[in-house]
């Protein structure tokens, strides 16, 4: 069949490595996807939330399937778009419903999802520019540090972890009465802080049953020691060592059962990639937050350890026989390591020719942030490439892909080199 991807980004490109092995895909084709994704698959350079577009495109292309790889076009309801269109229900999307969607684009929305099903979450209010004042007062109540999150859409940036009470009233009021981050702050979660180790977990569900996928853990900071300002993620690392068999069962039992018995209790129809984030408090855990898709550059760690047929596992979510699917895991680490422009996460330069991605051997350079430009591969985002390694623990594959990188360069090239040092 012919298969339309949506997105850009590194975790595009590892899902079009991935889909085009499948003796099910004839042909791939991503949009607006990036110069990774052009070695496998046809580019279409279309906004992947202009839903006209692309219809045009999947009509005019007799596309079988759509899988949407960011949350915008899914929180704009790219999947109720398609069922709603006579000419397009019959095509299945990857991706939950715009209902479904809003446990990303709400920040209370999936609160109050979680509180609902006793899954448990840090204690929380949320608040507008009419309740300032309130916020404030329940801010006094709580424990430094304060966490304050925009409750729409804000890139990865909505949320403010401060240590001092008079700052945290001074970034709600930013937040709310002078919109830091647009609409998106227009209502704020405060919640109480927990004390842990990070993790995230995914799950693929046709709405029904569901199949975890391996567990991953990113690393947010732009500076070594996890230091500096929040960024899309420098790297990442599978599976969580930490993450034991006896705390796995808590994550199944307490957490995604919950979560999909939730979804059917609300008929909220859902059909894709659920990624809970987590906290370790002690031995316990807690969801920090839902998204409505994989995470970059978790994707690159996770997807590489599928040993089974991703379009069929589509196939089966789309037709609700995920249960009965084959559902195989390398047994081997994965780990991968984001190469960035200088200056990133704030300004940077684009256009920077990059070179040396013909001398890596033993690990995938994943495409972030490049195009083609005259024949040549440039960078055209923050996040430029992410090199992923397999080894028989997360250590050897770090090195790996270290040893790779320093084949690479391009002007400016930044990258952590202790990715998975805190493991």
């Known amino acids: 069949m012919n298969i339309l991807l949506l997105g850009s980004g590194g975790r595009e490109h590892a899902l079009a490595w991935k889909m085009t092995q499948s003796p099910l895909c004839e042909t791939l084709f991503v949009a607006p996807g990036n110069a990774g994704t052009a070695t496998l698959a046809t580019n279409i350079n279309i906004n992947p939330t202009d839903f006209e577009t692309v219809k045009e495109t999947v009509l005019a292309n007799n596309i079988a399937m759509v899988v949407v790889g960011p949350e915008d076009p899914l929180v704009k309801g790219v999947y109720d778009f398609f069922k709603n269109d006579s000419q397009l229900s019959s095509i299945p999307v990857i991706g939950p419903s715009q209902h479904g969607a809003q446990l990303e684009g709400s920040k209370e929305f999936a609160k109050k999802f ?8 840090a204690a929380y209010e949320s608040f507008t520019k009419h309740t300032v004042e309130e916020g404030c007062a329940f801010l006094e109540t709580l424990k430094a540090p304060y966490v304050l999150k925009a409750d729409g859409l804000a890139a990865g940036k909505g949320v403010l972890i401060l240590n001092d009470l008079e700052e945290a009233k001074a970034e709600l009021r930013n937040m709310l009465v002078d919109a830091k981050f647009g609409d998106a702050s227009a209502k704020v979660v405060i919640e109480e802080f927990l004390d842990g180790i990070e993790l995230s977990c995914f ?17 947010k900071r732009i500076g070594e020691g996890d230091t500096g300002l ?15 068999a006896e705390f796995m069962q808590k994550i199944e039992t307490r957490i995604v ?42 994707t690159e760690v996770v997807i590489p350890r599928l040993k089974s047929d991703l379009v069929e596992i589509f196939s089966a979510m789309a037709e609700e026989r995920l249960e009965g699917v084959a559902f195989e895991i390398d047994s081997r680490s994965a780990a991968t390591v984001m190469v960035v422009s200088g200056g990133y996460p704030e300004s940077y330069e684009k256009g920077k020719v990059i070179s040396g991605l013909e001398n890596i051997e033993g690990s995938i350079a994943f495409h972030a942030g490049t195009t083609l430009k005259d024949g040549e591969v440039v960078t055209s985002g923050g996040r430029v ?39």
């Open 114 to 121: 979680l509180i609902k099903n006793n899954i448990p979450t």
């Open 230 to 244: 929040n960024t899309g993620g420098m790297g990442a690392v599978s599976p969580v060592p930490f993450a034991d």
């Open 257 to 298: 059962q919950p979560t999909i018995q939730g979804l059917k209790n609300d008929a909220i129809e859902y059909k894709g990639f659920i990624f809970i984030g987590l906290i370790k408090v002690g031995n316990d855990p807690y969801v920090i937050e839902y998204n409505v898709r994989m995470g970059d550059p978790e």
């Open 385 to 423: 490439i992410a090199v992923t390694s397999y080894g028989d623990g997360f250590g050897e594959a770090i090195k790996k892909s270290y040893q790779n990188i320093e084949k690479l360069s391009f002007d400016k090239m930044y990258y952590r080199k202790d990715i998975g040092f805190d493991l």
């Open 203 to 219: 799950v693929l569900t046709d709405g029904k049953s569901y199949k975890i996928l391996p567990t991953a853990k990113d690393y």
